[in-house]
DNA sequence: CCAGACGTTGTT
DNA sequence: GTCTGG
DNA sequence: CCAGACGTTGTT
DNA sequence: GTCTGG
């Protein structure tokens, strides 16, 4: 699933609608209608990693997108794992090597304009459809997300995130089998507390009631599926073509 | 013991 | 680094 | 996620 | 078919 999204509001939109009272990026980043794996994103994360600020305040931060498996020591082999993990499932999060240190203590909030989603082969839709989903209310979607950072052989530190996922529910599921966690705004001081690292509890706070009813599904364009292509035009909707072959 | 994976999605 | 498969 | 490459030697 | 780059 979500492995291609737009995110075009300025850092003070963002500030606000996720109260961010912490540190923040010193310059923005661009407008971007089509961000793919490795691109540089926002996160909202616990501004104190220790969780000894018992304000619980929130940070901006740009990382890049795609985990790197800890124990990587090869730059190359790093960029590599970016792209195989720009997903983490919900369901095994806690028990992938890749993930699970991340998941116990690095949790994030990843916000979208909108994401991108294409229709599978199986469904009622021309296979590769995109559509574009954002939320209903006209907010950032807050999707849940882990973060974590790694040295390079040269020192530079690299800090990444992912998405994590669940299973497709209601009107998605007719697009794609998988759909981001997102998260309720009562339940972004809890996740993003560093303090609680029980598995269990961490995993009650995926698990939302019709997740899908916060957000509206739109065709759109092919144009997307390139990365070349960016700007608002890959937002808008586009009728479907003929949804089923003709016999 | 060592070697090899470590990830997700979707699928003929 | 740590787990799985052989 | 999709698009595009998938190769080598030698060199303007 | 599978990997890399964006």
Same mark, same amino acid.
């Given at each position: 699933?979500?492995?291609?999204?737009?995110?075009?509001?300025?850092?003070?939109?963002?500030?606000?609608?996720?109260?961010?009272?912490?540190?923040?990026?010193?310059?923005?980043?661009?407008?971007?209608?089509?961000?793919?794996?490795?691109?540089?994103?926002?996160?909202?994360?616990?501004?104190?990693?220790?969780?000894?600020?018992?304000?619980?305040?929130?940070?901006?931060?740009?990382?890049?997108?795609?985990?790197?498996?800890?124990?990587?020591?090869?730059?190359?082999?790093?960029?590599?794992?970016?792209?195989?993990?720009?997903?983490?499932?919900?369901?095994?999060?806690?028990?992938?090597?890749? @993930?699970?240190?991340?998941? +116990?203590?690095?949790?994030? $909030?990843? *916000?979208?304009?909108?994401?991108?989603?294409?229709?599978? =082969? !199986?469904?009622?839709?021309?296979?590769?459809?995109?559509?574009?989903?954002?939320?209903?209310?006209?907010?950032?979607?807050?999707?849940?997300?882990?973060?974590?950072?790694?040295?390079?052989?040269?020192?530079?530190?690299?800090?990444?995130?992912?998405?994590?996922?669940?299973?497709?529910?209601?009107?998605?599921?007719?697009?794609?089998?998988?759909?981001?966690? @997102?998260?309720?705004?009562? +339940?972004?001081?809890?996740? $993003?507390? *560093?303090?609680?690292?029980?598995?269990?509890?961490?995993? =009650? !706070?995926?698990?939302?009631?019709?997740?899908?009813?916060?957000?509206?599904?739109?065709?759109?364009?092919?144009?997307?599926?390139?990365?070349?292509?960016?700007?608002?035009?890959?937002?808008?909707?586009?009728?479907?073509?003929?949804?089923?072959?003709?016999?």
């Amino acid at each position: 699933m979500c492995g291609r999204y737009a995110q075009t509001a300025d850092m003070r939109e963002l500030m606000e609608q996720f109260e961010v009272s912490g540190t923040s990026p010193q310059s923005s980043l661009p407008l971007n209608w089509n961000i793919a794996p490795t691109n540089p994103i926002y996160i909202i994360r616990a501004d104190d990693r220790t969780g000894k600020d018992t304000q619980s305040k929130k940070a901006l931060a740009t990382v890049s997108w795609g985990l790197i498996g800890p124990w990587l020591t090869d730059m190359h082999e790093a960029r590599a794992s970016q792209s195989r993990a720009i997903n983490a499932r919900s369901e095994s999060i806690h028990e992938k090597p890749t @993930f699970r240190n991340a998941f +116990r203590s690095t949790r994030c $909030l990843i *916000p979208a304009t909108g994401y991108y989603e294409w229709a599978t =082969a !199986l469904g009622q839709y021309r296979p590769k459809q995109p559509f574009y989903i954002t939320s209903r209310n006209g907010l950032q979607l807050p999707i849940a997300g882990i973060w974590s950072s790694w040295t390079a052989p040269n020192g530079e530190i690299i800090e990444t995130a992912s998405i994590i996922t669940q299973e497709a529910q209601g009107e998605l599921e007719t697009i794609h089998s998988r759909m981001p966690v @997102f998260m309720p705004s009562d +339940r972004w001081d809890t996740w $993003l507390n *560093p303090r609680n690292s029980d598995v269990n509890e961490l995993k =009650a !706070l995926m698990v939302v009631e019709h997740p899908e009813s916060i957000v509206i599904a739109r065709p759109v364009s092919d144009a997307v599926n390139s990365v070349a292509n960016n700007g608002k035009e890959l937002t808008i909707e586009t009728p479907l073509g003929e949804p089923e072959t003709l016999f």
